[in-house]
């Protein structure tokens, strides 16, 4: 009985450490995810025609102005107006 009670702390242990490496992991790189994410769907959107280059300025504009939203989507919108990261605006 104390064996399979040490192996379950164990692994209870591990688990937990697991968890939060995760979650810490995934903070930091939730920002980059996030430009990321948006930049390919606003590539897609112009590749489309659905929105046009000046539209696009526009809409990272509004955002990055934007104090109904939190800070970190300010910030990565502001960093969306140079362009996406890894990318040449043509």
């Given at each position: ?12 242990a ?18 980059h ?54 990318r040449?605006?043509?």
């Amino acid at each position: 009985m104390r064996i399979l009670l040490a192996w379950l702390i164990v692994l209870v242990a591990f688990a937990g450490s697991a968890t939060t490496f995760a979650i810490w992991g995934s903070r930091k790189v939730a920002a980059h995810v996030q430009i990321e994410t948006s930049c390919m769907l606003l590539d897609a959107a112009e590749k489309e025609g659905w929105l046009s280059r000046s539209a696009r300025f526009d809409l990272i504009q509004k955002i990055a102005a934007s104090s109904k939203l939190s800070a970190s989507v300010r910030e990565a919108a502001d960093q969306m107006r140079t362009g996406c990261p890894g990318r040449k605006i043509p």
